[in-house]
């Protein structure tokens, strides 16, 4: 009887051992690959100035002698981190600054902020725009086109949700006056607001403000933020616009978000300008800071009955009858209302 009639069962050796293994030879004689990883502690901490189609922009040896720029690669295990400008970057390699050298970003160090957004507020999805700023020079044209107060309110409470301080500066205020607009916000004492017009652009008095900060400059598309870029620091080369006459909006001129120094008398800084947006989206922040945002309003809103959703239908809401005394402005509440509105079917916090 052949093997073949013979089926094997359980008590039985198994027809074939180790020995019977063909294992491939490895012609190379190489070591295969280990998920551990070196420690570089010999690298290069580098400023992250801007991207460019996966190449990266860095600044080694910041305010140094050595100080020079570098171009860098992102290390296959970091991946799926975003990079932004204004990390701090540990590169490794070539880190002479010579042309046609190419360093590798091997890791991030912590941050100290981070400035998100998201497309809109139902979505979970982040786009980081900056890292470790501390400042945020929000730009807003009083005319041409026409500011936006509840767009500028989304900017503040990004701004605070991240920690940082906001600035604010109301360009082209010849062509109109910029007072109604900032009735929006009389209540904010510690927001900082500049003026500027047509070729009076208070350049000295906003540096100052800058030296000694990493500022990043948003705002709607044209409203003259590149324009004020380059004023500060004229060697920044950035492109301006012009607003469409027909649909009064601006046109998208900066494409990049990039780390520029500011030099003034008093010292140095870093200006971060970043494309022009016509939304910002808040699915990334609790709802829970929004009404901390308002700070003209949170001492208001505590006086609310516990629970309270603070919307313009809420019973006994302290803020609604603030309203309807003149003791509060209409405008400034019904802007965070809707907010709150947008978010009071979230249950993902």
């Known amino acids: 009887m052949s093997w073949l009639d013979d089926p094997l069962d359980d008590e039985d050796e198994p027809l074939f051992d180790e020995s019977d293994v063909r ?34 922009t860095v600044l080694a040896g910041e305010d140094t002698p050595e100080e020079r720029q570098l171009t860098a690669v992102r290390a296959r295990e970091l991946r799926k981190m975003p990079i932004v400008t204004g990390d701090r970057a540990r590169v490794v390699g070539d880190t002479s600054g010579e042309e046609g050298t190419l360093t590798r970003i091997v ?17 979970q999805v982040e786009r980081v ?17 026409e500011p936006r107060p509840r ?53 000295d008095e906003i540096g100052a403000a800058l030296i000694g900060h990493s500022t990043v400059f948003v705002g709607h598309s044209g409203v003259g933020k590149s324009t004020l870029v380059n004023a500060l620091v004229p060697t920044a080369g950035r492109a ?30 870093w200006v971060i300008d970043t494309p022009g947006v016509r939304s910002f989206g808040l699915g990334h922040v609790d709802p829970a800071n929004i009404i901390r945002a308002y700070r003209d309003l949170e001492p208001v809103a505590e006086q609310c ?7 313009a239908d809420a019973p006994d809401c302290a803020l609604n009858e603030a309203v309807a005394e003149g003791a509060l402005p209409a405008s400034r509440v019904d802007s ?10 979230r249950t993902d916090y």
Request: glycine residues 8%; aromatic residues 4%; positive net charge.
């Open 129 to 145: 725009i900056v890292a470790n700023a501390d400042q945020m020079l929000l730009v807003v044209a009083a005319a041409d086109p």
């Open 336 to 345: 965070l209302q809707r907010l709150l509105a947008t978010f009071k079917d």
């Open 151 to 203: 767009l500028v309110d989304r900017y503040l409470i990004a701004a605070l949700d991240a920690g940082i301080r906001p600035l604010m500066v109301i360009t082209k205020t010849d062509l109109a006056d910029p007072a109604p607009f900032l009735t929006h916000f009389e209540g904010l004492d510690d927001l900082r607001v500049f003026t500027s017009a047509r070729h009076e652009t208070p350049v």
């Open 305 to 311: 009955p516990r629970g309270c959703t603070h919307l």
């Open 23 to 56: 294992v491939r030879p490895n012609p190379k004689a190489n070591r295969p690959r280990t998920k551990r990883r070196p420690a570089h502690e010999d690298a290069t901490i580098a400023r992250v100035l801007g991207v460019d189609r996966g190449r990266y």
């Open 107 to 123: 890791g991030i160090e912590e941050r100290t902020s981070l400035l998100r957004r998201s497309a809109d507020d139902t979505d």
């Open 240 to 269: 301006t616009g012009h607003v469409n006459v027909v649909t009064g909006r601006g046109r998208h001129t900066s494409s990049s978000t990039v780390s520029l120094r500011y030099q003034g008398e008093g010292g140095s800084g």
